[in-house]
């Protein structure tokens, strides 16, 4: 084929992949004009993928006078994708087909108290009893991985709340296991890929994914591809030091080490709320819950957390020039009373060069992260099979 080397041919066959996945179904006319390529390549290549079992091809009808084209779509059956997302005690895993459809999920409780290698072998665990219920071909894996990573050498590098999570080789690991290729990514990051390929961003070319849990990280999409910066540091907002608002006083104030991790985050929205109502601690279910039955306390550490992130949103938009930011995380289950007061804060900072982007919730849920690194998973894998 053309004289290029397989690895040549699987990239290539990975990119057209993509673009019948991206536009949901092309045909071959649609596909070379898209790739800006001559016919008569991509006919070689498509006839390849086909006969790989990668793409069923049909004649559909049209009202259009003249020959019905024939279209082609990815096929289901070729295989699946899994994803997993994990903290300290929860893992969450999806499994998706060729087709990009959800096909099974696991949640499940981890013993991270106990360490690394047991969360390592319990996230083994779940993969392999996920892969056994599709009952298809196993292609590759996705692993969303909390706190810092290094993609290029497949390590988790530092996660505080496993004891000895520091520098496990994750994807040595769980490959050796599942016999297939793995890719790991900081599992924010995940949930802008999920949200580009199955949600709020479906088919979006530059994206912003604000995620809040217990930390808080951004993932950008950037010519419809995940950036991730020089030192794979793109979007790790967390440190920025940033300006605190004043529910009560109604008023924005900088304050010495205040950054968008200590003043945001869920684990602060829960530590504000608790010293508004004058209590030593509360959990990140009792705010919810107290915000959900309007407790004023809890409301007002809201409206503070959700300040915040408006200022977050403005100065990123401003920067990346999105078509969407999508909020993301625990917070989103509050619906409106969580994303009016991100809008509002975002169109008073923002300039007049900037006009307001859309700002909407994630409809992903919990799995949004296990979503996510399934799409990865689908993102990173080439067919090797073309020669």
């Not at 397989?6 to 990975?14: H, I, K, P, T």
């Not at 793109?234 to 104030?253: M, S, T």
């Not at 010293?275 to 959900?292: C, M, N, P, Q, Y």
């Amino acid at each position: 084929m053309l004289g290029l080397k397989v690895q040549d041919n699987a990239d290539f066959g990975a990119e057209i992949i993509r673009k019948v996945r991206d536009y949901e179904s092309l045909s071959r006319v649609e596909l070379a004009r898209v790739l800006g390529v001559a016919a008569s390549t991509i006919g070689r290549h498509v006839d390849s993928l086909v006969a790989g079992g990668y793409f069923t091809e049909t004649v559909e009808p049209t009202k259009e006078a003249g020959r019905p084209p024939t279209k082609l779509r990815p096929n289901p059956a070729r295989g699946c994708f899994l994803g997993l997302d994990f903290y300290a005690d929860t893992a969450f895993a999806t499994a998706v087909d060729f087709a990009q459809r959800p096909i099974a999920r696991r949640k499940v409780s981890l013993k991270g108290t106990l360490g690394a290698d047991a969360v390592v072998q319990q996230i083994i665990d779940t993969l392999t009893d996920l892969q056994r219920e599709t009952q298809l071909n196993l292609l590759s894996v996705g692993l969303a991985v909390p706190g810092r990573v290094d993609t290029r050498n497949g390590v988790g590098i530092r996660y505080v709340h496993v004891p000895g999570w520091d520098n496990v080789p994750i994807v040595e690991h769980v490959s050796r296991a599942m016999k297939v290729p793995v890719f790991i990514e900081n599992n924010i990051r995940t949930m802008a890929l999920a949200e580009r390929w199955f949600g709020e961003g479906q088919g979006c070319q530059e994206l912003i994914c604000l995620g809040v849990r217990y930390g808080v990280a951004a993932g950008v999409i950037r010519g419809g591809q995940l950036a991730t910066g020089h030192q794979e540091l793109g979007g790790e907002i967390r440190g920025w030091n940033c300006p605190v608002f004043d529910a009560k006083a109604e008023k924005w104030e900088w304050r010495p080490g205040a950054t968008v991790e200590k003043a945001s985050s869920v684990g602060g929205a829960a530590a504000r709320y608790a010293e508004l109502k004058g209590s030593s601690e509360a959990t990140l279910d009792e705010f919810l819950r107290a915000v959900e039955g309007g407790e004023e306390a809890a409301l007002l550490a809201l409206r503070e957390v959700a300040a915040v992130h408006g200022w977050v949103v403005s100065q990123m938009t401003q920067l990346i020039d999105p078509e969407i930011v999508v909020l993301a995380g625990p917070l989103t289950t509050l619906g409106t009373t969580y994303l009016e007061p991100v809008q509002n804060v975002a169109l008073q900072f923002e300039s007049d060069y900037h006009p307001g982007t859309p700002i909407r919730i994630s409809e992903l849920g919990e799995f949004a992260g296990a979503v996510g690194a399934a799409a990865l998973a689908l993102e990173k894998w080439r067919p090797q099979d073309l020669g």
